[in-house]
């Protein structure tokens, strides 16, 4: 089986690795030559845990080929996955410009049947809209056919997600495509992975109803988490108790400082812009969207709650706040939409003085705060007479610092646990005036 993936972002990236890790042959393409000349010396343009190893494993095997030129790939390989980026307009619907000319490409150097396979996330009809684009340009001269494959890569956790998917939908047209999208998947080992077989723009749903659906839940248990606080309750023992009922599952369930990333405010907006342009409110998706950005607000408040301060112009003059976590999750490099940006800007236009440290994103987080905020290197330097710590990203490495010595280095021993990842007791036993979020009375 000979495939060639367009677009050598996270998505396209983790596709071709992880089809050549099955055995097939890949070439992955990108119009970004400094990207390709990078892959191409065995260097790997995103931080994804496992990935080094799958590309140079299989660059080394010759499997895997990284180009520039799209006219070789789309000639040589019978199926062509498109997985280039679909950024949000200022309206929040997603930009096709990438998709639209990738469909182009492949029309004007197709040289038989060809399988074009969308992955990039795209609003329903995209699918028919790919199909239109190249039948324009090749009329009745090929066959082929449009297929839609929607990937649900966790950033962090892609080459496993990859490996063991929980379902793998096939939005197609006909027997021929479905069964060549089987071939190639039935190559996993774990090849009992359930296959969706529906329609294009059922399959294209199906994305875009899945990640609205998570960014439900955790605004949900969010906003559980909120009163919680209010109330006295534990949110961790509802969250529990809730996920125990195997009609909602214990997955999704964690409150926080509010959804990131660069797939879940992305996906509800275009969601909602997909259900405008047919002429329906998606209501609830909307809400979800509104929880969720005053959920990062909300966090500020409690830090100014902590400090025993009102919001208002300068207040934070004087205080130094320090940051652990500034990725929009652990595991990953990637700032994009992090709660980490708001609430840092936030504190910043109060007057604080920030400090912070990510024991990965740090390049990223310049290229956002420049020298607006301090950068340290360890969580001890960190926290050195702050008058608050705040925890944004959940980090393995965040869940057990010596609190004692945190304690004795800051200023005030302030603690906005945002992550939930420490005690409430015991960190106020060790003197801290600590909050979190939903668990901030128990
Ligand atoms: C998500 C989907 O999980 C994936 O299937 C899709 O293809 C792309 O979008 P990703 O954005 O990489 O993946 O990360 P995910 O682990 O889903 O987390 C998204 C955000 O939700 C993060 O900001 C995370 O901190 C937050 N989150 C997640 C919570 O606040 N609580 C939770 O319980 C789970």
Sequence with gaps: MRIAVVGTGYVGLVTGACLAEFGMFVTCVDIDEKKIEMLNRGEIPIYEPGLDVVVEKNS???????????????????????????????????????????????????????????KSTVPVGTGQKVKKIIRDIVGDKYKFDVVSNPEFLREGAAVNDFMRPDRIVIGAESDEAVAIMKDIYSAHYLGEAPFVVTNIETAEMIKYASNAFLALKITFINEVANLCDLVGADVHKVAKAMGMDGRISPKFLHPGPGY?????????????????????????????????????????????????????????????????????????????????????????????????????????????FGDKI??????????????????????????????????????????????????PAKMRKLGFNYTCVGRSKV
């Design 60 to 118: 080394k095997a010759g499997r895997l080929k990284f180009t520039t030129d799209i006219e070789e790939a789309v000639k040589n390989n019978l199926v062509i996955f498109i997985a280039v980026g679909t950024p949000p307009k200022d309206d929040g619907s997603a930009d096709l410009t990438y998709v639209e000319n990738v469909a182009k490409d492949i029309a004007k150097y197709m040289n038989g049947y060809k399988v074009i396979v969308n």
């Design 260 to 368: 990131g990333g660069s797939c879940f405010p992305k996906d509800t907006l275009a969601l909602c812009n997909i259900a405008k342009e047919h002429g329906y409110q998606f209501k609830v998706v909307e809400a979800a969207i509104e929880v969720n950005e005053e959920q990062k607000l909300r966090m500020v408040d409690k830090i100014m709650g902590l400090l025993g301060v009102e919001k208002k112009e300068g207040v934070l003059e004087g205080k130094t706040i320090s940051v652990l976590g500034l990725a929009f999750k652990p595991n990953t490099d990637d700032m994009r939409e992090s709660p980490a940006i708001i609430i840092i800007n936030e504190l910043l236009k109060y007057g604080a003085k920030i400090k912070a440290f990510d024991p990965i994103a740090m390049e990223n987080a310049k290229k956002i």
């Design 374 to 423: 301090e950068y340290c290197s360890d969580e001890y330097e960190t926290v050195q007479d702050s008058d608050c710590l705040t925890i944004v990203t959940e980090w393995n490495q965040f869940r057990k610092l010596d609190m004692e010595r945190i304690g004795g280095l800051m200023k005030e021993k302030n603690l906005a646990d945002l992550r939930n990842i420490y005690e």
